[in-house]
């Protein structure tokens, strides 16, 4: 069963991914019905990973899916480079039937499809360990090479500081 998105889906993803837009660093969806995604009020605009766990943590009885921004900043005093990571979840709150669970493995592709510039995937089934700042820093750095930022910044304020 194909998911659909709403209408305005692709210009709040395209939003989020312009760095010019710095009003938009987060988009949630929630999952209405067997394969319908909605964009409720609130639920995009600026916040990152702080305001995605809070809205994960206040729907465990909902299956979500989105993407948020994390900056990647190199800074070697005489010259700073700052690279936009995304990070893009699904989520199954603790409290999803269990049908509605199994449905998620099926969607999962349409979910990652909606969302191709993110560098990082993460699934979380009721729990948030995957979601901490510390468990996203350590698999950007896994994945990163040997070419390392000095830190990420889970506040998205980096592009004004600099």
Do not use: W
Not at 10 to 15: H, N, W
Not at 30 to 54: A, F, H, I, Y
Not at 132 to 148: D, M, N, P, T, W
């Amino acid at each position: 069963m194909t998911v659909t998105f709403p209408a305005e889906a692709d210009e709040v993803i395209q939003a989020l991914m312009d760095d010019k837009n710095p009003e938009t660093d987060f988009v949630v969806f929630t999952m209405e019905g067997k394969n319908e995604m909605v964009l409720e009020d609130g639920n995009s605009g600026r916040g990152g990973r702080d305001k995605v766990q809070e809205i994960l943590e206040a729907n465990e009885d909902k299956v979500m899916c989105g993407a948020f921004l994390v900056l990647a900043v190199d800074d070697r005093e005489v010259t700073m480079s700052i690279r936009r990571k995304y990070i893009h979840f699904i989520y199954v709150g603790g409290s999803v039937g269990v049908m509605a669970k199994g449905r998620v493995n099926s969607q999962s592709g349409d979910m990652i499809n909606k969302f191709p510039q993110c560098s990082m995937y993460v699934q979380l089934m009721g729990d948030f360990d995957d979601l901490s700042e510390e468990a996203i820093e350590k698999s950007l750095r896994a994945s990163g090479g040997a070419h390392q930022p000095t830190k990420f910044d889970f506040t998205n304020t980096a592009t004004e500081e600099a």
